[in-house]
């Protein structure tokens, strides 16, 4: 008799340490398949690193066929989800039909940007959600800086020197953090960028930065963002966008060449095809992570509206901390469901939050105590690095290097050439 197979949808934070805590469990009494588009996992936190320069691209992706080495990855795009007759369907990256019949089936597809950005301004837009997307935006700040010291037009040389953060939730906050000081030390080494203003603007709709966060980890990422000269806008979301900027709920129209979206998440479209009960457009579970009258079927992090037992008549909100916790019960608990332990209901406690504001700034509160500065700064590299799957070691290598070394990953460009025709018909395409 075959052993049960367990389907894992999606590699990411939840799938990845649901399908590690499952494999251990286990122990190759269940064949363990996990399907993602590709071969890899990606460490979120991590990413503002790279684009930063940092961290090596390398640093932030965990193999899967390494790491979970008990887990038959398979490469695929889940499509179609037939839960009567417990069948995956999933698009190969040949884009042939594949087909997997399981026994327990984890869901763990996670969430895709709320806000998409209009084809108007789809050339200065841009997400933060994976490695090419955090080095593109690297590149394109360096180049804005570098175009606006070399244009004749105040209107233009403006425009790229402005750059606009929507959203100022974790990600959010971290990206205008690090980008500000980025775009600083580029101005540093370029004589014709020292003397001209570079404008960082961070708008979040709600009442203070950080909404989910400690009021105290609010309060000190605005007052360090503000003490550098960022432009704090709390009760401020994108009224209408153009090509050439966008105007803010407060009316002010803001010229720009950089728009970066870093507003929640929605979960993935393939949620509503499953024929599931959803609350708040996630799949309604159990404390146990079970899909109520499914019992098979298991799903955590973004996709799941999972009971906060600590907010009664509430769900846990979609975050990266509660993706890994989630994950780990849901492995465990699909183990106990097939006679190896005992199901757990999730239930989470206050351990804490950190946000890096880059430099050696940072705001942490673990175990409920809040601070900040260098110490802040060392606990919340000590919290990534302690959760990161894999490149330990290599990673306090880079960030050894820079901080002996800052700056060494960013290429330190020559003045740009003198805005020539040819220039101008290349830059307008």
């Known amino acids: 008799m075959s052993p049960p197979r367990v389907v ?167 990206v205008a953090a690090a980008g500000q000081l980025m775009s600083r030390e580029i101005a540093r080494r370029h004589p014709w960028l020292r003397e001209q203003p570079i404008r960082w603007i961070l708008a979040e709709p709600a009442e203070r930065l950080l909404p989910d966060m400690h009021p105290r980890l609010s309060e000190t990422a605005t007052r360090v963002l503000r003490r550098r000269g960022v432009d704090v806008r709390t009760q401020t979301s994108v009224g209408q966008v153009t090509s050439g900027g966008l105007r803010l709920s407060d009316g002010e129209f803001v010229p720009t060449r950089t728009i970066v979206w870093s507003f929640g998440v929605r979960p993935d479209p393939l949620i509503n095809g499953l024929r599931l009960a959803v609350e708040q457009g996630r799949i309604r579970v159990d404390e146990y992570l079970s899909v109520p009258g499914h019992p098979e079927i298991y799903v955590c992090g973004d996709a799941a509206a999972v009971p906060d037992l600590t907010r009664p008549g509430k769900i846990t909100p979609m975050s990266g901390r509660h993706a890994v916790r989630q994950g780990r019960l849901a492995g465990r608990n699909v183990a106990a469901s097939l006679g190896s332990g005992r199901r757990e209901p999730y239930r989470h406690g206050n351990r804490g939050a950190t946000v890096d504001l880059g430099g050696w700034q940072a705001a942490a509160d673990p175990l409920g105590i809040p601070f900040s500065g260098i110490a802040a700064k060392a606990a919340t590299r000590a919290c990534r690095l302690f959760t990161v799957p894999a490149n330990r070691m290599a990673i306090v290598n880079d960030w050894l290097a820079d901080a002996l070394l800052p700056g060494r990953r960013t290429p330190r460009h020559r003045a740009p050439a003198p805005m020539t025709p040819l220039n101008l018909t290349r830059e307008k395409r």
């Open 8 to 174: 894992i949808v999606g590699a990411g934070l939840a799938g990845y340490h649901a399908a590690s805590a499952l494999s251990r469990r286990m122990r190759g009494r269940a064949e363990v398949v996990l399907v993602n588009p590709t071969g890899f996992t990606l460490y979120l936190p991590l990413l503002l690193d790279v684009a930063a320069g940092k961290l090596d691209p390398s640093r932030v992706t965990v193999p899967l066929a390494r790491a979970l080495p008990d887990v038959r990855v398979v490469l695929g795009t889940v499509d179609r989800i037939d839960t009567g007759s417990r069948r995956v369907h999933y698009v190969d990256a040949d884009q042939a039909a594949g087909l997997l019949a399981y026994d327990r089936l984890i869901v763990t597809v996670g969430g895709v940007t709320k806000v998409r950005p209009v084809s108007a301004v789809s050339a200065h837009s841009f997400g933060f959600h994976d490695i090419a997307e955090a080095l593109h935006l690297r590149d394109h700040i360096e180049r804005q800086l570098y175009l606006a010291a070399t244009s004749d037009n105040p209107t233009e040389r403006a425009a790229r020197r402005t750059f606009v953060v929507l959203g100022a939730g974790h990600t959010g906050t971290e």
